[in-house]
């Protein structure tokens, strides 16, 4: 089956570095996406790993391995506002389908 | 950027009654849109694929029967929980593939349905 494995939470204070890592155990995903959803919200859309390596978006960071099946996302100077649930995703290969792990959720701390 | 919008956000409703769910892609057409329900701190499940024009694609688990799914328009896809329970209340989201090529899906505000 598909699976994506997440931390259930992290805690860290602001200003701090934070990273989430997701292990998938499936090889049908084509890449790795990164939502991020406050209580009650919508996902918004953070990052796109399309190939090995990492992105950077600003604070935000992501990375993936195929090879190791694992894929992080790195949040920088932490905000109070970044508390949040954090998803990653990979989209399914030939389809449009996206399948989201397990998610963790972000409390940053004053 | 693509925006989707999802009607209504909150319904509450009896148990035996259907509640019908509104997904529109205002700004772009979506010939694909995927419904996802999502419980308290719980991630997002794939429910189903909406293709316009067609048949809904169905995840494992989920009864076609229970969760119609209708993609009459290149922007409007409708979920109708039909006999619902309380056991289907849920927050259930859409969401639609834009035009970005970065495989970013857009997602509708969400609706939470509450079944008495």
């Known amino acids: 089956g598909q699976s994506l494995e997440q931390p259930s939470e992290v805690t860290a204070v602001e200003g701090a570095i934070v990273q989430i890592n997701c292990t998938y155990q499936t090889s049908g995903f084509y890449g790795l996406s990164w939502y991020q959803q406050h209580d009650g919200g919508a996902p918004t859309f953070l990052s796109y790993?399309?190939?090995?390596g990492l992105e950077e978006t600003g604070r935000f960071s992501s990375f993936l391995s195929r090879s190791d099946s694992y894929g992080y996302l790195l949040l920088q100077e932490l905000q109070m506002k970044d508390s949040a649930s954090y998803f990653c995703a990979g989209d399914v290969y030939n389809t449009d389908k996206l399948i989201f792990g397990t998610g963790t959720r972000l409390q940053v701390f004053p | 950027g693509a925006v989707v919008s999802q009607h209504p956000s909150r319904v509450i409703c009896k148990s035996g009654t259907s509640v019908k769910i509104e997904c529109r892609s205002l700004d772009f057409q979506a010939t694909t849109m995927f419904w996802y329900r999502q419980f308290p701190k719980k991630s997002l499940m794939l429910m189903a694929t909406s293709n316009e024009g067609s048949k809904a694609t169905y995840e494992q688990g989920v009864e076609k029967d229970k969760f119609l799914i209708n993609h009459a328009s290149l922007t409007l896809s409708t979920l109708t929980v039909t006999s619902a329970h309380p056991e289907d209340s849920s927050f259930y989201i859409c969401?639609?593939?834009?035009?970005?090529?970065?495989?970013?899906?857009?997602f509708g505000e969400g609706s939470r349905l509450t079944v008495l």
């Open positions: 790993n399309a190939l090995d």
């Open positions: 969401s639609a593939t834009g035009t970005s090529g970065t495989g970013e899906l857009f």
